[in-house]
């Protein structure tokens, strides 16, 4: 039987550790942290200028002819369309370097907007927003129900005023490229074998959180992939959903969370190409988008023998973020960063939170998950972590009604 008030914790912890980390994501040099920040220990706004982002100049393309002859609406950027270039509007900031970790093209600092530009303090990203876009969907139908939660995606994006945040993910801009096509909205979900990056944090977060409506792990995995395939065909987003499932069920379940931990990094596998070797091959080759997909797959897909559990006790942070795992979006590099950072601060919550937020890098959506697997072996929440969110009040009902419906 799940603890109802442990499911709730968990919630707390991925809201918390989105806001927490969003300053200074993307942000893969720390010393970039440390010169603005000292170190991140609370909430902050998004700053301006962003010293490594390369969101200006994304692309969006949607089929605008087809769509309208379908009745479908296309536009999910709204008021933050001038940093995207797109099949209608003209993208007015000229891209003229190619600088930080990954030598991708971006402007010159002066307009080198931040990912989350104009978030406030304790305000909450797009992807922490559509976990409440699901949980609002199960508690609207009492229980999830696939096409349901899709309406409810399609409006919430496609409705301006709904979303603050200017970023979105590469996978639903793709989404909505395909819907716009007509394809219907199962099926609209890109690949991993066609788009490097579908293989990211960012598709295992929402399926995370629908598995705590199943009965049991075995349930909950199943759950988990199917509603993963909905927005990210991922080999890898898929091998990540089927340890971290029944390790959240562990932690719901358990006093142990130790225990759990060593359980299940028993059996994560190691990925070959460590993380300052991925920066190399990214900047030599002036962009990941410059790598044949045959070599990326490779890169992301390919492991050793060795296991987690054998590098833990000896793990340091010197040792383990950036240069044994990048702080990247993949989870082949993310979900051992995250366990490292749970095994190191013996799971309490704002500690591993807050080294999550200064390891850099995509700490928003790794964030999440630790801080829903930090909050699932915690008793209770600082109530300064949650009176800090900026929507409050609001979360707090959408996680109350979750909670409510799937306890029934």
Known sequence: MKDPNKIKNALWGL?????????VHWYYKREYIKKEYGAISGYNKASHPHPESFMVGNTYFPDVQMAKKLNRPFDILHEHINFYNTSYSDLKIDLKVHEGEHKNPMPLLDERYHYHHGLEAGENTLGANLVRVLMRSVIKNGEYDQDSFLDDLITYMTTPGQNRDAYSEIYLRDWF???????????????????????????????????LTAKSPYEGVGMAIDHQNLTHRSQNVSSALSQLVPLLFDLINDD?????????AQDVALVKIHGSEL??????????????KDEMWKIHTESTDE??????????????????????????HGVPLILYFLYKNRFDLKRSILDNANAGGDNVHRGMILGAL???????????????????KNIKDDIDGFVKIISA
């Open 374 to 392: 930090a909050g699932a072996s915690a008793h209770e929440i600082p109530e300064d972590l949650k009176t800090g969110l900026k929507e409050y």
């Open 256 to 264: 142990s969370p130790m225990d759990a931990l060593d359980t299940a």
């Open 15 to 23: 809201f918390i550790a989105d806001a927490i980390s969003m300053p």
């Open 307 to 332: 296991r987690l559990s054998d590098i833990l006790p000896k793990a340091t942070d010197r040792n383990m973020i950036t240069t044994r795992f990048a702080t990247a979006c993949y989870p082949e």
């Open 177 to 211: 490229e395909n819907y716009s096509k007509g394809i219907a909205p199962e099926l609209c979900a890109n690949s991993q074998h066609h788009r490097w990056s579908i293989g990211s944090h960012g598709g295992i977060i929402r399926p995370l959180i629908l598995s």
């Open 279 to 292: 920066s190399k091959k990214y900047a030599a080759a002036m962009g990941p988008g410059n790598i044949p």
